[in-house]
């Protein structure tokens, strides 16, 4: 089992700080800027835990257009790498949004004033997923797939 799974958040988004990274060159570490910023990580990692979940369940579904079928424990193993990436970006980035002192998420603002664990944090994020003051009625992201 992975270590770093039982160490609070908090001190694997430290260590994440001081290089253990995945580098991606397309997208530099920067504190949020903006609750969208901080929103579209945030469901970028609950859609990654979403595709996790479905490939180790043996439930994703596939199309006509899907030109070959890979192996499973191989889309499993993307599906876990792209996950800790996008926890790793998530957790780093909010680390050091909290240290800059600048800006400070909204969510963030409900988090400690309610004292809400990470898992809570991500429940939040993945209601946020579903709510459109805007709407018309019309069905939200994973309401359009079920």
């Keep these: 089992m992975d270590r770093s799974a039982t160490k609070p958040w908090n001190e694997v988004a430290s260590e994440n700080e001081a290089g253990n990274v ?3 060159d397309s997208d530099e570490m920067t504190p949020f ?3 969208l910023e901080y929103l579209a ?4 990692l609950i859609v990654a835990a979403a595709e996790l979940c ?5 439930k994703e579904e596939y199309t006509i257009f899907d030109s070959r079928k890979k192996n499973e424990a191989s889309e499993q193993r993307e ?9 790793s970006k998530f957790k780093v ?11 400070f998420p909204r969510l963030e603002r409900l988090v400690k004033r ?33």
């Design 22 to 24: 995945p580098n991606d």
């Design 33 to 35: 800027k903006s609750d």
């Design 41 to 44: 990580d945030g469901i970028a």
């Design 54 to 58: 479905n490939k180790r369940s043996g």
């Design 79 to 87: 599906a876990e790498l792209k996950h800790k990436k996008a926890e």
């Design 93 to 103: 980035r909010l680390q050091m949004t909290l240290k800059g002192g600048v800006f």
């Design 114 to 146: 309610l004292g809400l664990s990470h898992f809570e944090r991500l429940i939040v994020l993945a209601l946020s997923m579903y709510y459109n003051p805007y709407s018309t009625g019309e069905k939200l992201f994973f309401s359009q797939t079920y």
